[in-house]
C-alpha cells in the first residue's frame, strides 16, 4: 500500500487533489491511503508528499512557518518524493513579490514576480490577470513524471503570480503568457508545478500517476 | 499556442435534476447532474458551472451530495453557485470538491461579503455572477442595471461601475448574464460584454442567449469574453462540446 500526505496548513481547498490521488490510484489497481493532514508525525510516515497551496503567499508563508512545515519539507526532501503544486511551487523559492514582498521557504533559488499589468495579445486586447485557464506546456527536461504525455500538451493554470528561478534551479516545463515562464521545475525527490494536475483532467491525471511510481530521480 | 478561450457548460439545478427555463419559466427536465458532467468533461469541457436554482428550501444538502458526486469523477475546475450567503457555505462547497465558488445576490446586498470571501479562500475562487439589462432608451448611449431575484428587481447600481468593484473587492473572475437575452436563444449582449471585458483586469464568463456556435465565436471576438457559458445548446444536444471547438477553431479562436 502506497501511503501518500497532502500537507495541509489551512489554506483552502485540499479535497481536490486528494479526490484525483485516489481516482488515480483506483485506476491502476493501487492500494492507496491519502491523508489530508497537517500533523508532523503523518506527514513523516508518509511514502509520499504532495505541497499544494492556494491563496495569499503572506498568509500561507505565515501557517508554513507557524506549522514549521518549512523545516518539515527541508527534513522530508531528504528520504521521499514531493509533488509541490502552484502556491506549493511558490513557497519553495526565495522570495515572492507578492503582498508587497514575502520570504518564502527558500529550499529553490530564485523569487517569484507578477505578470505584467499592461501585456497584451497578439490582437492587442490586454491580458486578463490571473493567467486562468488551459495553456500548452513545453517540456524542457525528460522527466519520469512527463511520462506519457506528450510535448505542449495543455494543463490548468490559475495564478497571478509565476516562479523566476535563478540559474541553478533546473526548468523542467515552461508556458507562455506571454512572457515565457517556469510551468515546472525539478530536483532530487522534488517536482513542482504551477498548474493544477489534480484541475488537468487526463494530462494532469497522467503527471498524478506518474508521480505515484516516481522513485525521487531524474 | 497560448491560452485557449473555455467552453462552459452550465448547470442550472433544481432539487437535484438539471433543468433550464426561458427566461425561468417552462423548465425542461435535462437529467442527471453527474451524468452530464461526466459527458461534458469526456468531450472536452473546459469547466463546469453548476447553478442551484432551488428556490423552496435554504436546504443545500442536496446540492452538497451532488457537488461531491461530481467532483469524484470530474478533473477539471467545477465552479459552483446558489444560494452562497455565508463564509461557511463557501467553504462547504470546497469541502464538497467545487473549485470556486459564485456569488451573485448576496454581493448585492453585502459587498463586503465578496472582500471577506476572497480574504478567506483567495481571489482565485471567488466569481462574482453579475445580472444585467439593458436600461437605456434607444438613441442615448447604452447603460445597463444589476438586477436581482431572476431579472426581476431593479438594483439601481451601473453594471460596469458594479463589476469594477467587485474585482477591486478580490473577485477573481466575473460571470456576466444578460437578463435581457437569457434563455432567448438569440445571442449574448456583445455591447454589454465588451464594455464589461474592457473595464477590468480579470477575465470575464460571457453568458445568457447562446442558441448557436456563431454566438459563442461572436461573444469572444466582438464581446472579449475569456470563457463562454451555455446550457441548453449542449442540454438538448443541439451541439456537443467538440462541434463548439471545431467551429472556434475554424474561427481562428484558439481552443484546447
Redesign the interface.
Known amino acids: 500500500m502506497t501511503h501518500l500526505a497532502v500537507i495541509d496548513y489551512g489554506m483552502?481547498?485540499l479535497?481536490?487533489v486528494a479526490?484525483?490521488l485516489e481516482?488515480v490510484g483506483a485506476r491502476a489497481g493501487q492500494t492507496l491511503r491519502v491523508d489530508v493532514s497537517g500533523d508532523p508525525a503523518v506527514l513523516r510516515s508518509a511514502d509520499r508528499l504532495i505541497f499544494p497551496g492556494?491563496?495569499?503567499i503572506r498568509d500561507c508563508m505565515a501557517e508554513i512557518r507557524r506549522l514549521g512545515i518549512d523545516a518539515l519539507l527541508r527534513e522530508q526532501l531528504q528520504q521521499k518524493p514531493v509533488l509541490a503544486i502552484c502556491v506549493g511551487m511558490q513557497a519553495l523559492m526565495q522570495r515572492s513579490e507578492e503582498n508587497g514582498g514575502v520570504d518564502c521557504i527558500g529550499l529553490c533559488e530564485g523569487n517569484v514576480r507578477r505578470f505584467a499589468?499592461d501585456a497584451r495579445?497578439?490582437e492587442g486586447?490586454?491580458l486578463?490577470?490571473?493567467?486562468?485557464?488551459?495553456?500548452?506546456v513545453r517540456q524542457t527536461l525528460a522527466h519520469p513524471l512527463w511520462q506519457g504525455i506528450a510535448d505542449?500538451e495543455?494543463f490548468?493554470f490559475?495564478?497571478s503570480y509565476y516562479v523566476d528561478p535563478a540559474a541553478s534551479v533546473t526548468v523542467a516545463g515552461t508556458s507562455?503568457?506571454?512572457q515565457r515562464f517556469c510551468a515546472a521545475l525539478a530536483a532530487p525527490n522534488l517536482f513542482a508545478v504551477q498548474f493544477?494536475p489534480?484541475?488537468?483532467?487526463r494530462n494532469?491525471?497522467q503527471l498524478l500517476q506518474n508521480f505515484l511510481s516516481w522513485n525521487g530521480q531524474a | 499556442m497560448s491560452l485557449a478561450k473555455r467552453i462552459i457548460p452550465c448547470l442550472d439545478c433544481d432539487n437535484g435534476r438539471v433543468v433550464k427555463g426561458v427566461k425561468f419559466v417552462d423548465i425542461r427536465d435535462a437529467g442527471d447532474p453527474v451524468e452530464i458532467a461526466k459527458r461534458y468533461c469526456d468531450q472536452g469541457a473546459d469547466e463546469i458551472t453548476f447553478l442551484d436554482i432551488t428556490a423552496s428550501s435554504d436546504d443545500r444538502s442536496t446540492t452538497i451530495q451532488t457537488v461531491e458526486a461530481i467532483a469524484s469523477e470530474v478533473f477539471i475546475p467545477l465552479t459552483v453557485g446558489g444560494g452562497i450567503r455565508k463564509l461557511q457555505d463557501i467553504r462547504n462547497m470546497l469541502n464538497a470538491g467545487a473549485d470556486k465558488v459564485g456569488i451573485n445576490t448576496s454581493a448585492v446586498i453585502n459587498p463586503d461579503f465578496v472582500r471577506e470571501a476572497a480574504e478567506h479562500f483567495g481571489s482565485q475562487c471567488i466569481v462574482v455572477a453579475i445580472d444585467a439589462k439593458c436600461v437605456s432608451q434607444p438613441g442615448e448611449t447604452q447603460r445597463w442595471e444589476i438586477f436581482t431575484h431572476g431579472g426581476r428587481k431593479a438594483t439601481g447600481l451601473d453594471a460596469i461601475e458594479w463589476a469594477q468593484r467587485m474585482v477591486n473587492y478580490g473577485a477573481g473572475e466575473l460571470l456576466l448574464t444578460s437578463m435581457d437575452r437569457d434563455g432567448t436563444k438569440s445571442g449574448f449582449d456583445l455591447e454589454l460584454n465588451r464594455a464589461i471585458s474592457e473595464a477590468v483586469s480579470v477575465p470575464v464568463i460571457a453568458s445568457g442567449g447562446v442558441g448557436n456556435l456563431q454566438h459563442l465565436v461572436d461573444g469572444i471576438k466582438i464581446g472579449k469574453a475569456d470563457a463562454v457559458l451555455a446550457a441548453s445548446i449542449f442540454h438538448f444536444g443541439e451541439y456537443t462540446i467538440p462541434q463548439a471547438k471545431t467551429y472556434l477553431r475554424e474561427h481562428g479562436i484558439e481552443v484546447r
Not at chain 1, 128 to 136: L, N, T
Not at chain 1, 198 to 201: A, G, L, W
Open positions: 483552502g481547498n479535497h481536490s479526490k484525483a481516482h492556494v491563496g495569499a499589468f495579445d497578439a486586447n490586454v486578463k490577470v490571473p493567467h486562468m485557464g488551459w495553456s500548452p505542449d495543455r490548468y490559475v495564478h507562455e503568457y506571454p493544477h489534480e484541475k488537468s483532467q494532469g491525471l
